[in-house]
Structure formats: structure tokens, C-alpha cells
């Protein structure tokens, strides 16, 4: 199907949903990535499946991450680094309590 078609299937008029079909919209939501709602042959709103919400919201925090490291990494950071020692030391801390600490594993 061409992308044009594809998206001219996604078209959802609002009056449809004051006609009762708003569960048939729901259902078809379900099996498609985005529905695009007209009010007046103009888009107003876009109904996505939760699939679709939950990657698109992951993808915008993992955005924000890169460019929270890129700035990081960026900006003079060396200057602005604590050494470990004296991190502990304001925890009264020592190398042998994360000895003996229990070992964490990351997947």
C-alpha cells in the first residue's frame, strides 16, 4: 500500500464518534500504530495504541539522556569531578566497606 493510502486509512471524522462508533475506533487502534482525527476535513488529534504511546514516550526519555551525556561530555566535567576518597570520606566511608558490600549485577 502506498504511503499516501496508508495514511488516508488512518483518517478518522470526529462525527463518527458522536454516532456511537467510538468503540470500533478504539478496536481499530488496537491493530493500528496511529489514528488521525478530522474535525472540519482538518487533523485535530491523533489517537495512538498504548504499543505506540509506550515507544514513542522511551524514545523521547532516551533523547533527553543522550543529550543530558552529550552536554556532559561537552562541558569541562574534569574540573567539576569529586574524587572517590573524598566521597567516602564525607560518608564515612572506606574502600574496604564496598569490599565488602554485596556485588551487583547488571544486565
Known amino acids: ?3 499516501l493510502a496508508d495514511a488516508i486509512d488512518r483518517l478518522v471524522p470526529i462525527t463518527l464518534f458522536n454516532k456511537g462508533q ?9 491493530t ?3 489514528l488521525i482525527v478530522l474535525k472540519n476535513n482538518a487533523p485535530v488529534a491523533v489517537i495512538l495504541s498504548l504499543d505506540e504511546y ?3 514516550k522511551e524514545a523521547d526519555e532516551d533523547l ?3 543529550q543530558l551525556a552529550d552536554e556532559r561530555m561537552q562541558g ?3 574540573s567539576r569531578a569529586i574524587p572517590a576518597a573524598e566521597i567516602w570520606a564525607k560518608y564515612g566511608l572506606s574502600e574496604a566497606d ?7 549485577e547488571f544486565e
Open 76 to 78: 569541562d566535567w574534569e
Open 32 to 34: 493500528e500504530r496511529e
Open 22 to 30: 467510538s468503540s470500533r475506533i478504539f478496536e481499530r487502534v488496537k
Open 64 to 66: 533527553c539522556l543522550l
Open 54 to 56: 509506550r515507544r514513542l
Open 98 to 104: 564496598l569490599d565488602d558490600s554485596l556485588e551487583i
Open 1 to 3: 500500500m502506498s504511503p
